[in-house]
C-alpha cells in the first residue's frame, strides 16, 4: 500500500511539471506601450494571410519589441532569401518579408 502511495505521487508530480511546462506562452511585448500578443495568436494572423501562399509556416520564431512585430519564419526556397511572415501587433496583419540580400532575379 505504501508503495502505491509513493507511485502515485510520483506520477503526480511528473503530470504536474510537464502540465506546467506544456501551458507556456510566448509573448511578444510592443516597446513603450501595454499592447501584447502571443506567438500562437500570431501564428493564427499568419496562418490566415497571404503569407501561407508562398509555402508554411516554420518553427522558428522572434520578436522585434521594437517594432511591435513577430517574424515567423517561412518554408520557402528562394535564393539568397530566407524569407518571414511579418505579424503587427498593432494592426493584427501580416505580410511577407523576403530578406534578400544580394542581387536578386
Known amino acids: 500500500m505504501k508503495k502505491r502511495v509513493i507511485l502515485l505521487l510520483i506520477l503526480l508530480g511528473i503530470f504536474f ?16 506601450t501595454n499592447e501584447r500578443m502571443s506567438l500562437s495568436e500570431a501564428r493564427i494572423i499568419a496562418e490566415n494571410s497571404e503569407c501561407m501562399q508562398e509555402g508554411p509556416l516554420k ?13 515567423i519564419d517561412l518554408d520557402v526556397q528562394k535564393e539568397n532569401c ?4 511579418v505579424v503587427n501587433i498593432l494592426t493584427k496583419n501580416a505580410t511577407i518579408n523576403w530578406r534578400c540580400r544580394g542581387l536578386v532575379k
Open 82 to 85: 530566407n524569407p518571414a511572415c
Open 59 to 71: 518553427n522558428t520564431s522572434m520578436c522585434n519589441a521594437i517594432t511591435g512585430t513577430w517574424w
Open 17 to 32: 511539471v510537464y502540465g506546467c511546462m506544456s501551458v507556456q506562452e510566448r509573448y511578444c511585448f510592443y516597446q513603450g
